[in-house]
């Protein structure tokens, strides 16, 4: 087990050293093509309902190679049909929420919920407002730690159009310091993520959450064949019976240890 990570005062974005190396998308993108005949193999599902949340700036072309696998393994995935994510504006909070209750009138049954970035602290709200339609929320390098005042590779876009957000989805107490989720929670992340500090996308471990540490990048975790794979196990669980995260002895190799995150050790935010 790895030591806990501390968390500054304030989280800082990531050097620029590591902005640049997220140009390693375009082949976690060519590798997750020339890959499909492997991942089209990997365990299959029982066909529940999986709705998938792109990152800030991103819409649903950009979860659209991930939705088509879920659905080659089974499951019967969707894209959020919200257009480009510019963050959290009324429309776009009342249309995830109606989507979710959508889905789930649809399914009668809980749904499973994939975010990337933006889109995992959609995710995980949704959780929080509504566990009873949730199964499983999964995070692909969601800040899930920010808040207001932390910063991040994007903030400057952030900013300029935080005036079109909702009020009350501004993020001032870190997610340390809220309820837990009363649904099995899946975080993973790379701490060479060039958009957001990694240290954000860390979550306690309990008998229900997890982080899971991969290689790339931030704007590769949707194409990541790791990340993948490890998104694939969790949803393959059966309805009831989630457990952490093992990769079998032949990946190993593609999972390095995952960090501990201790919120007893992160400052308070005033």
């Known amino acids: 087990m790895s030591n806990p990570v501390d968390a500054p005062v304030t989280i800082d974005a990531p050097p620029p050293w590591l902005v640049a190396l997220e140009v390693r998308a375009f082949g976690e993108r060519a590798a997750m093509s020339a890959s499909l005949p492997l991942l089209r193999r990997?365990?299959?599902?029982?066909?529940?309902?999986?709705?998938?949340?792109?990152?800030?700036?991103?819409?649903?072309?950009?979860?659209?190679?991930?939705?088509?696998?879920?659905?080659?393994?089974?499951?019967?995935?969707?894209?959020?049909?919200?257009?480009?994510?510019?963050?959290?504006?009324?429309?776009?909070?009342?249309?995830?929420?109606?989507?979710?209750?959508?889905?789930?009138?649809?399914?009668?049954?809980?749904?499973?919920?994939?975010?990337?970035?933006l889109g995992g602290i959609y995710a995980r709200e949704l959780a929080r407002a509504a566990p009873d339609l949730v199964r499983q929320v999964i995070t692909l390098g969601s800040p899930i730690q920010m808040i207001e005042h932390d910063r991040s590779s994007a903030e400057r876009i952030w900013r300029s159009l935080r005036h079109r957000h909702a009020a009350d989805f501004r993020r001032e107490v870190r997610a340390a310091y809220r309820p837990r989720l009363d649904v099995p929670t899946t975080?993973?992340?790379?701490?060479?993520?060039?958009?957001?500090?990694?240290?954000?996308?860390?979550?306690?471990?309990?008998?229900?959450?997890?982080?899971?540490?991969?290689?790339?990048?931030?704007?590769?975790?949707?194409?990541?064949?790791?990340?993948?794979?490890?998104?694939?196990?969790?949803l393959a669980q059966p309805k009831g019976q989630w457990r952490h995260f093992s990769a079998p002895l032949l990946l190993k190799g593609a999972f390095p240890c995952a960090d501990d995150f201790d919120p007893t050790r992160m400052p308070h935010s005033d």
């Open 187 to 234: 975080s993973i992340y790379t701490r060479t993520d060039g958009v957001v500090s990694f240290q954000a996308s860390l979550i306690r471990r309990t008998p229900t959450s997890e982080n899971i540490r991969v290689y790339g990048s931030h704007c590769g975790l949707g194409f990541n064949n790791a990340a993948v794979y490890a998104i694939a196990d969790r």
């Open 42 to 117: 990997l365990p299959r599902g029982d066909g529940h309902h999986v709705i998938v949340l792109p990152g800030f700036t991103a819409g649903d072309q950009s979860t659209r190679p991930l939705r088509h696998l879920l659905r080659d393994l089974g499951y019967a995935s969707h894209g959020w049909r919200l257009g480009q994510n510019v963050g959290p504006t009324p429309r776009i909070v009342d249309g995830i929420a109606a989507l979710l209750d959508r889905i789930h009138t649809q399914a009668q049954a809980p749904v499973s919920l994939i975010g990337w970035s």
